[in-house]
């Protein structure tokens, strides 16, 4: 009888793969311990490994108006009527960068 043979996937298999379909990969620096891009990697199994993080920027537009002396931020649907039709309300942007979906900056960039 003819035992199959089982086979352990690489340490890395699913780093591998990323970098196979073109994803920048980054290894864990062994001096300071930080990410570093690498072109080439080894993928040595007793180095850590991962795909760079994906950092979006995006921008909002930010206005307000007055109701009873009160500012508020209108819903996004009602946003869009007030601002084509209030220019001189618009304040400026919100400047949101996000790495793998979550937020890491905020910044508010006035008019």
């Known amino acids: ?3 199959e043979k089982k086979y352990t996937p690489h340490v890395h298999a699913e780093t591998i793969k ?3 379909d073109g994803k920048p ?3 864990k620096s062994g001096v300071d311990r930080q990410w570093v891009l690498i ?3 080894s993928f040595l199994v007793d180095f850590e490994y991962r795909v760079k993080p994906e950092e979006v920027v995006s921008y909002t537009v930010v206005f307000s108006y007055s109701v ?3 500012n508020y931020f209108p ?3 009602r946003a869009a ?3 084509v039709n209030s220019l001189d309300n618009f304040q400026g942007y919100c400047k949101r960068t996000t790495i793998d979906g979550k937020v890491v900056a905020l910044e508010f960039i006035p008019r």
Request: net charge negative; no cysteine.
């Open 1 to 3: 009888m003819m035992t």
């Open 18 to 20: 990323a970098w196979a």
């Open 25 to 27: 990969i980054e290894y």
């Open 39 to 41: 072109d080439n990697p």
């Open 68 to 70: 009873v002396g009160a």
């Open 75 to 77: 819903s996004t649907d």
């Open 81 to 83: 009527t007030y601002y």
